[in-house]
Every structure is written in C-alpha cells, then in structure tokens.
C-alpha cells in the first residue's frame, strides 16, 4: 500500500509545487497561483512545500503515512532574499511534527478582515479591486457576480472568491460618482415617462377627435352661414313706385286716401265700419247699421287714412236702404272718391273693396263681379221688421268680414260702384257685415249698387230723409207659390190703396205678379227689391196672373217718406 501511495504521490509531484497537501485543506482544493509581482514569493513557498514533500516521501509518505519521530531535527527551510528597500515578506512557517505528536502550524498569512472563510480572498499582496456596488446572486446559488479576475464563483460570492460568501462591499468612493466598471450601461436619463406604442396610438386618437369635432363645427357653420364673413344677401335696386292703371296697387293708391275708419259708440253697443268721402265738405256715405249704435246720443269718430282723427255727426239714415251720410267739420284735405255707374258693371268684371274688417284699417281685398241684380234681404233683429233691408245687390268674391261694411267696393279706374254691405256666412245664414258674432268670408260678399246708393245720399243730404218706390199694394208675405200675390186684405185698410200706383194699374186682390220688366219674380221680398231699385216715378212693366189667367200691367211707382 505504501509503494502504491508513494507511486501516487511520485506520479503527482509535478503537481506538488501548485498545490497544499491534502491534509492541510478542510475542504476542496483550490489553485495557489498568483501573478505579476508577486512571483519570488510564490516561488520560495513551492520551495518550501518541496521540503516537506521530499520529507514526507522518504518516510513512505502520502497522505497517509506517518509524521516524523519527535526529536529528528526538521529540514532547513530555503530562505529567499529579501531586495534592499522592500517591505518584508510575511513567509509561511513550516512546522515538523514529531513522532505521535501533531505540530501545529501558524496560518500562512494573517486572516483577511475581508476574505470568506474557510481560507479567505486574496492576500494583502493582491488586495482586491474596488467593487462600487455588487450585483444579486441568483436565487438557486449560482454564478451570480463576476469575481476580481473576471471569473464568477461558483457560488455567487461578493466580488470573485472562490468559495466566499457574498460581502458587502465598501461604500463607493466619491471619485467614482456612482459608476459600476462590472455593471450593465446606466442608460441616459430621460426627460418623463417614455411614450410607449399604446400611449401613442391613444394621443393620435385623441387628435383625430378633436380635429374632426373642430372640422365638423367649421363645416356647420359654413353649411348655415355660407362663409365665415358677414353674410350680404342679393336685392333688387329701388324701382319706381307707380304702377299701371288698372292693376290693384294703382287701384288701391287711388282709393286709400278717401276712404275712413268709423268708430261708434252707445249706451249700450258700440261697432266698427268704414265709410268714403263723398265731398269736399265732409259728408261721408257708410251703412245705416254702422252708425245706428250711436242713437240720438252717443259718439262717432272718423279716422282718415293718414291717421287723423276727428268727431262727426249724423246727416240722415235709411233703414230700409241701410244707408247713412255723416259729416265732420273743419277739415281740409279731403279725397272724395269718383262714383261709377253701377248698371254699366258686368260679371267678370275686376273689382278692389277696401275696409277695415276687425278694426284693420286699410285692408285691400281683390275679386270680380260675381252676379248682378241678386235679391237680398238683411237685418230683420227687430220684431216689427222695420230694420230689414231690401237690396238688389252686386255679388262680388273680393273678401269682405265684419268692419268691411260701408266701405267702397271700386272697379278698375278706382270709380265706387257699390258699398260694401252684407256677406254670406256659415255662422248666421245671410245678414249685414259689421255685427257682433258675424262669420268670416266665405267668398259671397254683396254690396248695394251705387245707383241706388247715389238717390239715397243726395237725399239724405238734402232733405236728411230718403223717399222709397212704392206700388200702393199689400203683399202676402206668407204666400209659398211663385211670384208675388197680392194680400185678400189690408193691414189698416184695404189690400189695394185706393187712387194709388196699383189702384190705377188694375190690380185686384189675389192678384200674383210674376215678372218685372220681363224678369221673373219668385217670391214678395224679391218684388220689394225689384221695386227699391227703383225712383219714385219710374215706370214698370208688370206680367200678373189671376184664377189663370195672364195679363199685363203698366205702373208708375209713388213715393213714400222713409225713417
């Protein structure tokens, strides 16, 4: 065994001079070289292994043989120079152990206050580099920092030692600044927080939106506005205000100054009408039912077109005709409006009615002659029937309402050819314009001919009371046949007047008259119309029947005072 164990050793001594016995080394061997200066003292301590070794060997050495007897004086130990001027060497001591005895050896350098155990780092003669700050281990223990000689521990020591635990270095030195030579590459400091590829994708949409709401709003605003300047719309040039005769606008121009707003107000009703300039001395023709609120005692006032108003006062009325002259005094100024002739109308013909329906003065309306000689009759809200109107009206489809009445209805050279009366309306069946509860127009307007309507004025102006044509007959008014048939008797006397127009005519109670001047007659209220369409004097062809038989007549119509 022992020539075996010194073949062992024998086969290793070329490995000796690197390395310490095997009994000296609590734990796995290690490498013992050093470098650069510290050469002669690597060499005089393989010298002096060599001794002990070459001792060892003689004796049947090796690790296991015996150590030397107690007493037999140790191999000298090789010494080395130590050069002038040099710090000394601090040299392992080599101790011989006697026979039986363990010899106990002094450490070969004192320990490192900085090493690990069980052997420490390097010596004082190699102090380790400055390790500014060290790098974590990895947590399975492995090669977790590099060591001083650019190798890792296999055990993630502090800064390089081969079996060392880790150590915290000392504080960095101010000459360094912080700066790590083993560390990765401190990045350059950066201003924030970097934009990573979400947050930039999340401002790019944030930028789209805002556009588009601006974009938007600035595509509204010129989609309503056209421009972002100050909109100027196109116009026409100032024209000339004339218009051509015969067109409504000249029409209405000609018209409008002579033609007023009537007020009135009673003890107990009060109205609104229209009425025109007949004259420069300020007699105005308006409708009998216009100004009848007013009584004996209440008020009227007249507003021209240019917004002056004055006080007026009754001329005469005629309840049977519907008409009335006022007057006011001390204004000048006056438009009197031309008066055309009423049987020279025709229907078709174009005509303007101008009034101030539901208190709107001035108002235009434009239409034609609908119908002419169309039997009206209007009032009757009294029970003696002494209110009711006869008239044998021009229909006309100009818009005529309530506060039309009395107002002019004109044809095309601005002539009056009739005055504004009576409409037809859903709400009440037939009656004059101007009351209170009066329907709107429905198209049929009617207006008192201006012949008959002239007659009248000039009376009342004269006389301040009309005369009425009359045939001195009474008329069965409840008779449903066709025509007119006269009474069987009288009211305050006989049926026939005696030595009147009838009487001296021919005709007899019972008699039926079914035409004048050859237009048939329907009913008693048609012939009244027929007649008031007439002077007192004229003279009428009558066609009459009676227990059938036909026969003509010839009649001069009387006269009869009116209210």
Known sequence: MASAASGDESADESRVSARRPEAERPGSGQSASVAGAAAAEVGARAAAEGVVAAAESA???????????????????????????????????????????????????????????????????????????????????????????????????????????????????????????????????????????????????????????IGGGIGSYLERNGNVTDVSLPQASAEQTSRAPGTTASIASAVLPGVVTIHVRGASEQGTGTGFVLDKRGHILTNNHVVEPAGDDGEISVTFSGGRTTKATIVGRDSGYDLAVIKVDKVTGLK??????????????????????????????????????????????????????????????????????????????????????????????????????????IGLGFAIPINQARRVAEELINTGKATHPVIGVTLDMAYSGEGARVHTKGVKGPAVTPDGPGDKAGLKPGDVITEVDGAPVRSGQELIVKIRSHRPGDALGLTVEHDGHTRTARLTLGSASGD
């Open 336 to 441: 009197p409006l031309a008066l055309g002739n009423s049987d020279s109308a025709r229907v078709g013909d174009p005509v303007v009615a101008v009034g101030a329906p539901y208190d709107l003065a001035g108002t235009v309306t434009s239409g034609i002659i609908s119908a002419k000689e169309r039997p009206i009759t209007a009032g009757g809200e009294k029970q003696d029937g002494s209110d009711i109107s006869y008239v044998d009206a021009l229909q006309t489809d100009a818009p005529i309402n309530p506060g039309n009445s009395g107002g002019p209805l004109v044809d095309a050279k601005a002539r009056v050819i009739g005055i504004n009366s009576a409409i037809r309306s859903v709400s009440d069946g037939s009656g004059l314009g101007g009351g209170s509860g009066q329907g709107g127009s």
């Open 59 to 213: 004796d049947g050495g090796g690790p296991g043989s015996a150590r030397p007897e107690p007493g037999v004086p140790a191999a000298p130990v090789p010494t080395v120079e130590q050069p002038a001027g040099e710090p000394p060497i601090d040299r392992p001591t080599v101790g011989l152990a006697a026979a039986g005895q363990e010899v106990p050896r002094k450490p070969l350098h004192d320990p490192d206050p900085y090493g690990t155990p069980p052997y420490g780092g390097p010596g004082p003669w190699a102090p380790a580099p400055p390790v500014q700050r060290p790098m974590a281990a990895p947590g399975d223990g492995g090669y977790g920092q590099p060591g001083p000689y650019g190798e890792q521990g296999p055990h993630g020591s502090g800064y390089g030692g081969a079996y060392g635990p880790p150590v915290t270095p000392p504080p960095p030195q101010a000459q360094w600044q912080g700066y790590d030579p083993w560390g990765e590459p401190r990045p350059e400091p950066v201003e924030g927080k970097p934009w990573g590829r979400g947050r930039l994708t999340a401002a790019i949409l944030v930028v789209a939106l805002v556009a588009g709401g």
